[in-house]
C-alpha cells in the first residue's frame, strides 16, 4: 500500500472501516495467490454479485463480465474502491479509459478477491439483528449486555455487576424510542471513554490533540487532521478496550507521522506494543455485524 501525505484538498488520514479506498490512498493487489482462500472466492462472478452499480462501466475479464463506476478527479493516480457497492474507480481526468481498462487488468486478482470477500460478508449478514424490545442483548465493551426497559431508580442506569442497562421507559416503549435511548447512553460513554484513553496515550506519546469529537461514519473507526484534530466512531463502544486503545493509539501517533510509513508503526509500537493482535481483531470485525442503530 502507497500511502501520500496529507495535502490543502486532503488534510487527514482515515481508518477505515473495512476495504475500501480512503483519500490519498492507492491499494496494491496482494501477492501472490491470497493463500487458505478457495478459488472459487478468489475469483467470483461479479455478474452475480453486488449489482451493477447506476451509470457503471462494463468489462470483460476473460471470461467474466466486470462492472465498475468510474469517476474523474485532480488526484494523480488511479485509485480502486472495493466495497458493498462493488467495484469503484477514481482516475485522473487527463488519464484514458483505455488506462483505466489496462490498470483493471492489471490488478484483477485483487479486484475479485476483494469483491469474494464482500460477497462473503453480505451472507454473513443473515446474523439475528437486535430486536429493540426489553430483553434484549448488545455489544458493550466486547462483553453482552441486557436491555431492561423498567428502572428501579426511575432512572437511566446501568448495572456493572449484572450488565444490565436499565433504560427508564415505559412497557409500551416502541423500537425507535428504545434504539434512540440506547445510542444515547452509548454515545455518553464514548465521550467520556474515548477521551480518557485519548489523554492516557497522548501522554504516553508526549503529543497534545487540538480537539476531539465523535463521529458516527460509516466507513472509517478515526481520523487524524494535519492541524490535530482527532474524531473518533462511538460505534468503537462495542468493542474490548484493547481495540479501543488501538484505534487512540494510530490515531495519536499521526500527530508523529502524517502516513503509514515504518516510522509510524513503530510510534504506534511505542505506546502499544499490542497492535498487531488488536487491528487484527479490528479487522475480523466487520461493521455490518454491529448492532444498527
Not at 446474523?127 to 466486547?142: C, I, N, Y
Not at 501522554?203 to 473507526?221: E, N, Q, Y
Request: proline share 9%.
Amino acid at each position: 500500500m502507497k500511502l501520500l501525505r496529507p495535502t490543502p484538498d486532503n488534510p487527514q488520514l482515515e481508518l477505515p472501516l473495512a476495504d475500501s479506498l480512503v483519500p490519498g490512498v492507492v491499494h496494491e493487489p496482494p501477492q501472490p495467490d491470497m493463500p487458505g482462500q478457495p478459488a472459487a472466492e478468489r475469483q467470483p462472478d461479479p455478474a452475480a454479485w453486488p449489482p451493477a452499480q447506476p451509470n457503471a462501466r462494463m468489462l470483460r475479464v476473460g471470461e467474466r463480465t466486470l462492472h465498475y463506476a468510474l469517476k474523474r478527479s485532480s488526484r494523480r493516480t488511479i485509485g480502486f474502491t472495493v466495497d458493498d457497492r462493488g467495484l469503484s474507480i477514481t482516475a485522473p481526468r487527463w488519464v484514458t479509459l483505455g488506462d483505466v481498462e489496462s490498470a483493471i487488468l492489471e490488478k484483477q486478482r485483487w479486484i475479485f478477491a476483494k469483491l469474494g470477500e464482500w460477497r462473503h460478508r453480505e451472507t454473513r449478514r443473515v446474523l439475528p439483528t437486535v430486536q429493540w424490545r426489553d430483553g434484549a442483548s448488545l455489544p458493550f465493551l466486547g462483553q453482552p449486555i441486557t436491555l431492561r426497559l423498567e428502572s428501579p431508580a426511575a432512572v437511566l442506569m446501568f448495572d456493572a455487576d449484572t450488565r444490565v442497562l436499565h433504560l427508564a421507559l415505559p412497557a409500551h416503549a416502541d423500537d425507535q424510542q428504545i434504539k434512540d435511548r440506547v445510542q444515547g447512553w452509548l454515545q455518553a460513554q464514548a465521550r467520556r471513554l474515548l477521551a480518557e484513553r485519548l489523554d492516557l496515550y497522548a501522554d504516553k506519546l508526549g503529543v497534545r490533540h487540538t480537539g476531539f469529537a465523535l463521529t458516527s461514519a460509516a466507513t472509517r473507526w478515526g481520523s487524524c487532521t494535519a492541524d490535530g484534530k482527532i474524531r473518533l466512531n462511538w460505534r468503537l463502544m462495542h468493542f474490548p478496550l484493547s481495540m479501543i486503545d488501538y484505534v487512540a493509539a494510530h490515531e495519536l501517533a499521526h500527530l508523529k507521522e502524517m502516513n503509514h510509513g515504518p516510522r509510524f508503526w513503530e510510534t504506534v509500537e511505542s505506546i502499544f506494543p499490542e497492535f498487531r493482535d488488536a487491528r487484527a481483531e479490528l479487522r475480523a470485525h466487520p461493521p455490518e455485524l454491529l448492532p444498527t442503530f
